[in-house]
């Protein structure tokens, strides 16, 4: 069995399934920050919806009341209260014609009545005017705002995913990288152990054609009884050359045995701080991360609060300047006059 081969095989494989832990960690992090991206946007939809519902409800509350409608002399708590009595004077519009104070055909107060009719036109009209002018300037204030806070949100989740892509460029990067070099170093050590091999097999040919067992005739020594005999008084056994070549053949068999040790300590250790190294890595792209989430966390709050003031800018100048000068009863009831 070779060992180093499924050592290596186990090595490759641990880095595989890290690699692919990482990826499907980085898209996990991915879909719950989209996650959140969807809630901002919803909970941002929302409050339009309430801002709006908020501002119909103003408008009805400021410009619809039950006071300004033409049929509320007929329905007002208070009409008994404002109503006059029955008769004023012999100029009162109200009287009948069998009261013989004003007959059919006297027109009196013509002019006096078109040019008050005229002019109430005319108020009405202006303050119409007035009133859908700063309906659509208030509009338009709030479309632009909402344009804009749409364009900065957009701007800011562009960014977020573009820095994400290049995160996810450079770790990708780092892993070729990283693979790129183990691969050179693989042929690297299997190239250095064939030379190795040739060397010691070389070696080991040159040793045995020069060494003093193989200049005698082996053949002379050889038993009648099998080659695993000898004849004792033929064989001259080994010279103190063979037994000092077998030393050292032996001495360089357990250097070379050391040898494979150390490098086989020094390929786990090298493996040791490689793979620190990309734990190290990894930790600070997810501190980086989760530093990103805090400032954009952060930015979008004062945005919020941005928001939130100019809105409370925007309901203090309508309730304080933009609709302080209301109307009162006084001015509505001289316009509930009618003639029967």
């Not at 909402?146 to 562009?158: A, F, G, P």
Request: proline share 2%.
């Amino acid at each position: 069995v070779d060992k180093e081969a499924l050592d290596m095989q186990v090595k490759d494989r641990k880095i595989q399934e890290a690699a692919e832990k990482a990826r499907n960690e980085e898209l996990a992090n991915e879909m719950k920050q989209n996650d959140k991206i969807m809630c901002m946007l919803e909970e941002r939809q929302k409050a339009d919806i309430r801002n709006i519902r908020k501002a119909i409800s103003e408008f009805q509350k400021n410009f619809q009341k039950p006071e300004t409608r033409r049929e509320f002399d007929l329905s007002d708590p208070q009409a008994l209260k404002k109503d006059r009595p029955a008769r004023l004077s012999d100029s009162d519009p109200r009287c009948t014609v069998s009261g013989l104070q004003k007959f059919m055909g006297e027109d009196l107060n013509y002019d006096q009545r078109m040019k008050f009719q005229k002019e109430q036109l005319r108020e009405w009209s202006l303050q119409q005017q007035r009133e859908r002018k700063n309906a659509l300037a208030d509009q338009k204030f709030a479309d632009d705002l909402y344009d804009k806070n749409r364009i900065e949100l957009d701007q800011k989740i562009m960014e977020h995913q573009r820095k994400e892509e290049e995160n996810r460029r450079a770790v990708c990067a780092a892993t070729k990288d990283f693979n790129r070099t183990q691969a050179a170093e693989l042929a690297q050590r299997k190239k250095l152990e064939k030379h190795q091999k040739m060397k010691e097999d070389m070696d080991e040919i040159s040793s045995l054609l020069q060494g003093d067992l193989l200049s005698e005739n082996p053949e002379q020594a050889v038993s009648s009884f099998g080659r695993h005999r000898v004849i004792t008084d033929r064989w001259k056994g080994m010279n103190q050359d063979q037994l000092m070549a077998i030393r050292y053949s032996q001495q360089q068999q357990v250097l070379e045995k050391m040898r494979l040790k150390e490098e086989e300590h020094q390929r786990d250790a090298e493996w040791d701080r490689q793979r620190v190294q990309t734990a190290r890595a990894q930790l600070i792209l997810e501190r980086q991360q989760q530093r990103q989430n805090r400032e954009r966390r952060r930015a979008l709050d004062n945005v919020n609060a941005e928001l939130s003031q100019e809105q409370k800018s925007k309901n203090i100048y309508l309730k304080e300047e933009a609709y302080s000068n209301l109307p009162t009863g006084q001015y509505y009831a001289q316009f509930n006059t009618t003639s029967r």
